[in-house]
């Protein structure tokens, strides 16, 4: 992997053969990703071809950057499963098409304050279970227990709401 100055990057970048290579691309997942995301994967993938393509294996620019563009959609997909908020488990699908965002805050103002910031921290900010239990003074584990203990409250009023 080599040093990328901003030069080569804006260079490749203006180039309208990349830019049509990174459209092309980011274009199959326009369906399921933001156009800032689209945007940021074609960044990222072209960054990643300055860095990487090596003109002696034979392969042409575009094409690496066809791959690395590909990869880069990829992988921001799989993190984004990774991170997707989900607590109502099997209910999901059920209920998915019927819920809105409204009902969303809704369920959630059936929680007191304390068990909503919990609920945000874990899944907005993405804080693991020892950073939460020692933000509220007690141990990962008692975070734990006590963060299942809200997703069963939240799950049970789905189901009294949506009938699920």
Not at 93 to 103: C, L, P, Q, T
Not at 120 to 132: A, G
């Amino acid at each position: 992997m080599r040093y990328v100055t901003n030069e080569e990057f804006e260079t490749a970048y203006n180039n309208q053969d990349n830019k049509n290579i990174i459209k092309a691309v980011t274009k199959k997942y326009s369906k399921i990703l933001s156009k800032d995301d689209q945007k940021s994967c074609g960044m990222h993938g072209l960054w990643r071809c300055i860095q990487n393509h090596d003109d002696k294996y034979g392969r042409k620019f575009t094409t690496s950057l066809f791959i690395h563009v590909e990869w880069e959609c990829r992988r921001h997909l799989s993190a984004s499963k990774k991170n997707k908020v989900s607590f109502l488990g099997e209910m999901d699908s059920e209920i998915a098409s019927s819920i809105n965002n409204k009902e969303v805050l809704e369920i959630l103002e059936i929680l007191p304050q304390k068990q909503k910031d919990i609920i945000y921290q874990r899944f907005y900010e993405n804080r693991t279970l020892e950073e939460i239990g020692k933000s509220q003074g007690y141990s990962k584990e008692a975070a734990r227990q006590n963060i299942n203990k809200i997703i069963s409250k939240l799950r049970e009023s789905c189901r009294e709401t949506f009938g699920v």
